[in-house]
């Protein structure tokens, strides 16, 4: 699959900032016209000693969960931990597994956050503008935001909201506005803990969810992604 190529990875901490800042203007909202047919789930891992990650991408046909095609990468940690900036760490491998697909999925369902993120550019937004493709973060936990617990029944759901960012065209300082719905907390199991959905990339909110949990059929994790797990667990362990 052909991906585009955004930008560099050589970045400083400032520059990766400034990045994401700037690409999170990209980020295209826009009805799905049509269910996809094709769903890639794309989770990553580190190896023990943290020196690499493990990236794997599963791509199933849906409804029926038949499985396509995966693919995998392994590559040198380059980047140091930062809260945010995580995506300058993970990306690289899971662009390289995604690389490697001989199809191009309808959907990719990403272990992480889209917009839901304090510059509104988690891993699943960042990877949605490589890849130029629907895209939905569905993360385990809460990065940024707050919410109310959405009903305990299987399907409920309630908005995630943090405050609206604003940048000053003269001074280029960021600013925090009136509160802003930036993802969901969905319910993919009844009396489960919920998992956070946001939009990555030219999908809305409420095409993410919806896919979300036609793939959540038998467990909390949408099923695309919670195969992409089980196989980076088992690299990882090779890794």
Not at 14 to 29: I, M, N, T, Y
Not at 54 to 74: C, Q, W
Not at 201 to 227: F, G
């Amino acid at each position: 699959m052909k991906i585009k190529k955004l930008h560099s990875w050589n970045l400083s901490y400032s520059q990766a900032r400034a990045l994401q800042e700037r690409l999170a203007c990209k980020v295209r909202f826009t009805a799905l016209r049509k269910m996809p047919k094709t769903a890639a789930g794309i989770d990553c891992a580190f190896s023990r000693d943290g020196q690499r990650i493990v990236a794997a991408v599963v791509v199933l046909r849906l409804p029926d969960f038949e499985l396509i095609e995966t693919a995998s990468a392994i590559q040198p940690v380059t980047f140091p931990y930062i809260p945010g900036l995580l995506s300058f760490r993970e990306a690289p491998a899971c662009i390289e597994a995604v690389e490697k697909l001989q199809k191009q999925p309808d959907v990719f369902i990403i272990d992480g956050q889209g917009i839901a993120h304090p510059r509104r550019l988690g891993l699943a937004a960042h990877l949605g503008l490589f890849f130029d493709k629907p895209t939905i973060g569905c993360a385990k936990s809460r990065l940024t935001g707050y919410f109310k617990n959405p009903p305990p029944e299987k399907g409920a759901y309630s908005f995630l909201k943090d405050k609206g960012i604003a940048t000053s065209a003269a001074s280029g300082e960021s600013r925090a506005t009136s509160d802003e719905i930036i993802g969901a907390v969905v319910r993919t199991r009844t009396n489960v803990k919920p998992v956070f959905v946001s939009v990555g990339n030219r999908c809305l909110l409420k095409d993410a969810v919806r896919i979300t949990l036609a793939c959540a059929v038998r467990y909390r994790l949408p099923e695309p992604t919670r195969l992409a797990h089980r196989l980076v667990s088992k690299l990882r362990m090779r890794a």
